[in-house]
C-alpha cells in the first residue's frame, strides 16, 4: 500500500522503505526453500517460482500494452510506445529502460538474487555471512543507501537480500499468516504489479494527474483488480503448484 501511496499519491520515499521490506522478506523465504524442501532441486524450485510469478505479471504486460497501443500520446505511453523487448515479457526490466510495467524493475532484481540464492550463495551460515560482508563494504564505500542512486541497482538488493538471508541462518522465525492478514499478503505482488496501470486509467478518465486525488481515486479499483487476480489466477494456479509439489515428493 505504501508503493501504492508513493507512486500516486505524495511521492514521497515510503516505498522504498516497502521495496526494501519486500527484498528482506524474499532474502529470507528463499533461503528457507533452498536449504529446506527444494535443496539440490534447482529445477523444481524454478519451475515453482515462474509459476507463481509470472501469469499474473503477463496478465498486468498485456493489459498495459493494450492501454498503452490504445492511449499512445500519454505521457507514459510516448515514451514506452516501440520499445517491448523480450526482455520486458521476461520480467527483466532495466529501471532506466522505458517499461511497460513502470513497478517490474523491482522484479529484475528479485529474479537475480533468487537466482543467486538456488545457486548457493546463501546455502550456509558461513557463506551467507560472507556475502552479507561483502554487500556491508560496498554499501559503505559506494553509499549505496535507500536515498541514493543506487537504489534501482540489482547491486543495492544485496545487502538486503543477504540479511534475510542471515536471519534464516540466525533461527528467526516469522509468524505464519493467517485470515486477512494470509488475504492481505496473497494480494500485495498483484497490487504491486497493478496499481501503475490502474493509475494511469484512473488519471486519464478524470483528468487528474499524480497526487492524493489521484491515489484515493484510483485504490478501490486497484484493490478490487489485486483481489480478483487473487481470487481468479493466483488461487487456481497455487493448486496447481501444490500438486507439482506434491507429484515432486512422490
Known amino acids: 500500500m505504501v508503493v501504492v501511496q508513493t507512486h500516486l499519491g505524495s511521492g514521497h520515499y515510503g516505498g522504498r522503505v516497502a521495496v526494501i521490506g519486500f527484498y528482506l ?22 519451475t515453482n517460482r515462474l509459476i507463481r510469478v509470472f501469469p499474473t505479471y503477463w496478465i498486468i504486460y498485456l493489459a498495459s500494452v493494450l492501454w498503452l497501443w490504445r492511449f499512445p500520446a500519454t505521457p507514459w505511453g510516448a515514451e514506452v510506445m516501440g520499445n517491448y523487448g523480450w526482455w520486458q515479457i521476461l520480467g527483466i526490466v532495466p529501471v532506466h529502460f522505458p517499461q511497460v510495467n513502470p513497478s517490474a524493475w523491482a522484479l529484475s532484481v528479485e529474479l537475480f538474487w533468487w537466482l543467486a540464492i538456488s545457486l548457493g550463495i ?6 551467507t555471512g560472507l556475502w552479507l ?17 543506487w537504489y534501482t541497482t540489482i547491486w543495492f538488493g544485496s545487502f538486503w537480500f543477504a540479511l534475510g538471508a542471515f536471519g534464516y541462518h540466525a533461527g528467526l522465525k516469522l509468524p505464519r499468516d493467517e485470515g486477512w492478514a494470509m488475504l492481505a499478503g496473497a494480494m500485495s505482488y498483484p497490487l504491486f504489479l497493478c496499481h501503475m496501470l490502474v ?52
Not at 559503505?140 to 541514493?148: E, K, Q, R
Request: aromatic share 18%.
Open 25 to 46: 522478506l524474499s532474502g529470507y523465504l528463499m533461503t528457507l526453500l533452498c536449504c529446506g524442501p527444494y535443496c539440490g532441486r534447482f529445477q523444481a524450485f524454478w
Open 122 to 127: 546463501a546455502a550456509t551460515a558461513w557463506r
Open 199 to 250: 493509475g494511469a486509467i484512473v488519471g486519464h478518465y478524470l483528468e487528474i494527474g499524480r497526487g492524493w486525488p489521484l491515489f484515493f481515486a484510483a485504490l478501490p479499483f486497484t484493490l478490487a483488480l489485486s483481489l480478483a487476480l487473487v481470487l481468479w489466477v493466483e488461487r487456481p494456479i497455487n493448486r496447481y503448484r501444490k500438486q507439482f509439489r506434491e507429484s515432486q515428493e512422490t
Open 133 to 149: 560482508m561483502a554487500s556491508t563494504i560496498f554499501v559503505v564505500v559506494f553509499g549505496a543507501w535507500p536515498l541514493s542512486d
